[in-house]
């Protein structure tokens, strides 16, 4: 319908619905805030719940350009775009509480529609929590990664990197029989060796794994033929 609200374009401007609002450029619906006051935009303007939120802002389309977002800064300096995921544990807006051990601080989720809802399609996320106690300027952090496997649509933990800079995959311990390590690998899976893939396309010798120290190189394993 033609907005109720226009400038001197009279297909161009603000119309409302039941309980909606509406902003057309073109004659043609770009953004709607509906009675939950969701914004939604793009193409596609109905309220979904997917991957179990119905966010305040929903971005969906049928093509590239109507289900996207992209950030892009121009300026002379070594400055770039951000995008910033926050929590406090403060129960009032505004509040500084820090947050405990394990919390939570911000996720990125990757959702796919399974053939009956876009509630359940979790395939891959990655988040961020507190690795240890957090107050004043003191706020260490792990970062994990997780997928989910064949027959299930449940997230499971593949690896992280926790606020030493020590990396674990298939584990969440970052030391082996008293031994800690700045890399850690495991397997939960009996079937599986736990093995690193070395190859070169090449049948030269060559050193696949070095050691060094101040001092150097000081051994190395090598293949070769």
Same mark, same amino acid.
């Given at each position: 319908s033609a907005?109720?609200?226009? &400038? =001197? /374009?009279?297909?161009t401007g603000i119309n409302f619905g039941t309980?909606?609002?509406?902003?057309?450029? $073109?004659?043609t619906t770009r953004a709607t805030v509906n009675s939950?006051?969701?914004?939604?935009?793009?193409?596609?303007?109905?309220?979904?719940?997917?991957?179990?939120?119905?966010?305040?802002?929903?971005?969906? &389309? =049928? /093509?590239a350009n109507t289900s996207s977002l992209s950030l892009f800064r121009?300026?002379?300096?070594?400055? $770039?775009?951000?995008?910033?995921?926050?929590?406090?544990?403060s129960s009032s807006a505004g509040g500084v509480d820090k947050l405990l051990e394990n919390d939570t601080v911000g996720s990125i989720l990757w959702v796919a529609a399974n053939n009956? /809802?876009?509630?359940?399609?979790?395939?891959?996320?990655?988040?961020?929590?507190?690795?240890?106690?957090?107050g004043g300027a003191d706020t260490p952090a792990r970062m994990r990664f997780l997928t989910v496997p064949d027959n299930s649509s449940t997230l499971q933990e593949r690896m992280r990197i926790d606020s030493d800079g020590k990396v674990m995959i298939n584990t969440t311990s970052n030391?082996?029989?008293?031994?800690?390590g700045n890399l850690n690998i495991a397997n939960t899976n009996t079937n599986n060796n736990t093995?690193?893939?070395?190859?070169?396309n090449t049948t030269s010798a060559r050193s696949q794994i070095r050691f060094s120290n101040p001092n150097g190189n000081v051994g190395s394993i090598q293949t070769g033929g």
């Open positions: 907005p109720a609200l226009t &400038g =001197t /374009d009279s297909n309980d909606t609002v509406n902003i057309n450029t $073109g004659g939950s006051g969701k914004i939604l935009t793009g193409n596609y303007f109905v309220e979904k719940q997917i991957g179990g939120r119905s966010s305040s802002l929903q971005i969906q &389309g =049928t /093509d121009y300026s002379a300096n070594d400055g $770039g775009s951000a995008i910033t995921l926050g929590k406090g544990r009956a /809802d876009l509630q359940n399609g979790n395939m891959a996320a990655i988040d961020v929590q507190a690795d240890a106690e957090q030391a082996f029989d008293g031994v800690t093995c690193i893939n070395c190859s070169r």
